[in-house]
C-alpha cells in the first residue's frame, strides 16, 4: 500500500521567506504527482502536476520537483507572501490504478 | 460549469438516516472520482467511474455506501443507516480522462448526529 509522509506538518515563515514543504511516498511505481492547496472548509485547489517522467513543473513562484527513485518531491514556494498561509497536500497516483494517495498536508502559516 | 460543483454544501442528518450527495463534475471529463476527509487528515479514496461504470469501488468502506452516475456525467453518493463515524467531508473529482489531473469540488460537509 502507497504510503505518502508530508514533513513539517506545519509551519510559520515570515513574509518574503522561501518555503520548503517535502512530501516522501514508499513506492516509487507512480504515474503522476500532484500538490494541492487546501484553505480552511474548502476543496482542493490543483498547484502543480508532475508526471512521473518529468523531473519539475514550475507556475509562477512555485516550482515542484520530483525524484521518483527516491520517493521524494519538494515544493518551493518563492518569496511567500500572507495570501500563501493554507494547507498543502501531495497527493501520488500508483501506476495503473487512478486513484490519488494523499500526505496528511503541510500546514501553512506566513506571517505578515 | 467552469468547475467542480457538489450538493449540499452541508448535511446534518440524524443516525440512522439515508442521505444523497451530488457531484457535478466539470464538462465534457469522463472520469470522475469521489473521496472522504476526517479532520486533520487528507483525503482518502472511494469510488471512480469511468464513464457511467464504476471502475473502482474499493475504498468504499461497507456497503451502506453505494454511488452511480448513470449517464456518465452527475453522480450521486448514496449512505444508508448513517453512523456518526460516517461524519466527514465528502469530496469529488474529476479528470478529462484517467490518469490525467484531476480538478476537485468544494465539499459536502456531512454531520451525522
Known amino acids: 500500500k502507497q504510503e505518502v509522509t508530508q514533513i513539517p506538518a506545519a509551519l510559520s515563515v515570515p513574509e518574503g521567506e522561501n518555503l520548503v514543504l517535502n512530501c516522501s511516498f514508499t513506492?516509487?511505481?507512480?504515474?503522476?504527482l500532484q500538490w494541492f492547496r487546501q484553505d480552511p472548509g474548502k476543496g482542493l485547489t490543483s498547484l502543480l502536476l508532475?508526471?512521473?517522467?518529468?523531473r519539475e513543473q514550475t507556475s509562477g513562484r512555485l516550482n515542484a520537483s520530483l525524484d521518483k527513485s527516491s520517493g521524494r518531491s519538494t515544493l518551493y514556494i518563492a518569496a511567500s507572501q500572507p495570501g500563501d498561509s493554507a494547507t498543502y497536500l501531495c497527493?501520488?497516483?500508483?501506476?495503473?490504478?487512478?486513484?490519488?494517495?494523499f500526505g496528511k498536508g503541510n500546514q501553512v502559516v506566513v506571517i505578515p | 460549469g467552469a468547475g467542480v460543483s457538489q450538493t449540499p454544501s452541508n448535511k446534518v442528518t440524524e443516525k440512522g438516516k439515508y442521505v444523497e450527495l451530488r457531484c457535478d463534475p466539470i464538462?465534457?471529463?469522463?472520469?470522475l472520482y469521489w473521496y472522504r476527509q476526517s479532520l486533520g487528515q487528507g483525503p482518502e479514496f472511494l469510488i471512480y467511474?469511468?464513464?457511467?461504470?464504476?471502475?473502482?469501488d474499493s475504498g468504499l468502506p461497507n456497503d451502506r455506501f453505494f454511488a452511480v452516475r448513470p449517464e456518465g456525467s452527475v453522480s450521486t453518493l448514496k449512505i444508508q443507516r448513517t453512523e456518526r463515524g460516517d461524519s466527514a467531508v465528502y469530496l469529488c473529482?474529476?479528470?478529462?480522462?484517467?490518469?490525467?489531473?484531476?480538478?476537485f469540488g468544494p465539499g459536502t460537509r456531512l454531520t451525522v448526529l
Open positions: 473529482a474529476s479528470s478529462l480522462n484517467s490518469g490525467n489531473e484531476q480538478f
Open positions: 467511474f469511468q464513464g457511467t461504470g464504476a471502475a473502482d
Open positions: 508532475i508526471q512521473s517522467s518529468q
Open positions: 497527493a501520488v497516483e500508483p501506476g495503473g490504478n487512478n486513484r490519488l494517495a
Open positions: 464538462s465534457g471529463h469522463t472520469a
Open positions: 513506492d516509487s511505481a507512480i504515474y503522476n
